[in-house]
T-cell receptor, first 112, second 113 residues
Framework: QQQVKQSPQSLIVQKGGISIINCAYENTAFDYFPWYQQFPGKGPALLIAIRPDVSEKKEGRFTISFNKSAKQFSLHIMDSQPGDSATYFCAASMDSNYQLIWGAGTKLIIKP | NAGVTQTPKFRILKIGQSMTLQCTQDMNHNYMYWYRQDPGMGLKLIYYSVGAGITDKGEVPNGYNVSRSTTEDFPLRLELAAPSQTSVYFC????????????FGQGTRLTVV
């Protein structure tokens, strides 16, 4: 119930392509779904987040798509660049709980 | 803006030794967390705190202890280090209340030999 399942574990995309990372959850009480980006040797940093009252949120080349009925959300990176190469984590939380529940991470490599 | 500061950045411990990983934040955040990240794996919660004087166990607390005497500081204590504690440790903080962004430190890479 508390798990967030993330896929794929790793992803290689050509420069200029679209990178798509998927997450699924079970607990319908979750009401906040952030994506974090982590570069080697650094801590994760918030990239973009969404609440379940909207189906999509876009910030520059990064878009979260949210499907409440399927209990799934995904990160789309348009026009992927080598600088996007990093590990991406999805997470979920709810107001009544202090914790963020993390996906296992996706290592993204953008090939020039 | 210092944000979340962790020290040390790297440390090698011998089996059975003890050490304290330091974490301090200057954003007046109520919530603080300690995670460990093993190679190719996600973040596992060790301990967390929702305010000074209040701490609670996360998913993997065995072998660790924490304290929260001030809002700013949240040290993680390793007693009797074991090779299984070789990992990268991250401290994070959030302002609390409504779901909010977590800010992470740069991490401490610990090797137990």
């Amino acid at each position: 119930q508390q798990q967030v399942k993330q896929s794929p574990q790793s992803l290689i995309v050509q420069k200029g392509g679209i990178s798509i990372i998927n997450c699924a959850y079970e607990n319908t009480a979750f009401d906040y779904f952030p994506w974090y980006q982590q570069f080697p040797g650094k801590g994760p940093a918030l990239l973009i987040a969404i609440r379940p009252d909207v189906s999509e949120k876009k910030e520059g080349r990064f878009t979260i798509s949210f499907n409440k009925s399927a209990k799934q959300f995904s990160l789309h990176i348009m026009d992927s660049q080598p600088g996007d190469s990093a590990t991406y984590f999805c997470a979920a939380s709810m107001d009544s709980n202090y914790q963020l529940i993390w996906g296992a991470g996706t290592k993204l490599i953008i090939k020039p | 803006n210092a944000g979340v500061t962790q020290t040390p950045k790297f440390r090698i411990l011998k089996i059975g030794q003890s050490m304290t990983l330091q974490c301090t934040q200057d954003m007046n955040h109520n919530y603080m967390y300690w995670y460990r990240q093993d190679p190719g794996m996600g973040l596992k919660l060790i301990y967390y705190s929702v305010g000074a004087g209040i701490t609670d166990k996360g998913e993997v607390p065995n072998g660790y202890n924490v304290s929260r005497s001030t809002t700013e500081d949240f040290p993680l204590r390793l007693e009797l280090a074991a090779p299984s504690q070789t990992s990268v440790y991250f401290c994070a903080s959030r302002v609390g209340g409504m779901n909010t962004e977590a800010f992470f430190g740069q991490g401490t890479r610990l090797t137990v030999v």
